[in-house]
């Protein structure tokens, strides 16, 4: 059974800096997706970065389009979250997911979430 760990996270001021990662134990295949999605409070959990585990083709939300960078260790399998020139607006607890088949609209397993505080 494959399990999702998360780091990063926590508070930072507006237009700094942090970094997500989040390491894949278990035996995982090898048509599957990991990404990053958020969710606010009163807010539906979005997909915001996603990465194709065999080719590496990315996606984005234009929320985050230019701001964020996802990047996976295909040997260490993790996959990471460098976000960029934060925004008030981007404080939610954000939480690594793996799809299998890239079906994003049902992840298969899912991180326990951190919380990224921007402040103002």
């Known amino acids: 059974q494959v399990q999702l760990v998360e780091s990063g996270g926590g508070l930072v001021q507006t237009g700094g800096s942090l970094r997500l990662s989040c390491a894949a134990s278990?035996?995982?295949?090898?048509?599957?997706?990991m990404g990053w999605f958020r969710q606010s409070p009163g807010e539906e959990r979005e997909l915001i970065a996603a990465?194709?585990?065999?080719?590496?083709?990315?996606y984005y939300a234009d929320s985050v389009k230019g701001r964020f960078t996802i990047s996976r260790d295909y040997i260490k399998n993790t996959v990471s979250l460098q976000m960029d020139s934060l925004r008030p607006e981007d404080t939610a607890v954000y939480y690594c997911?793996?799809?299998?088949?890239?079906?994003?609209?049902?992840?298969?397993?899912w991180g326990q979430g951190t919380l990224v505080t921007v402040s103002s």
């Open positions: 997911a793996l799809a299998y088949g890239n079906n994003w609209r049902a992840p298969e397993v």
């Open positions: 278990g035996r995982t295949f090898t048509t599957y997706g």
């Open positions: 990465v194709r585990w065999s080719s590496g083709s990315t």
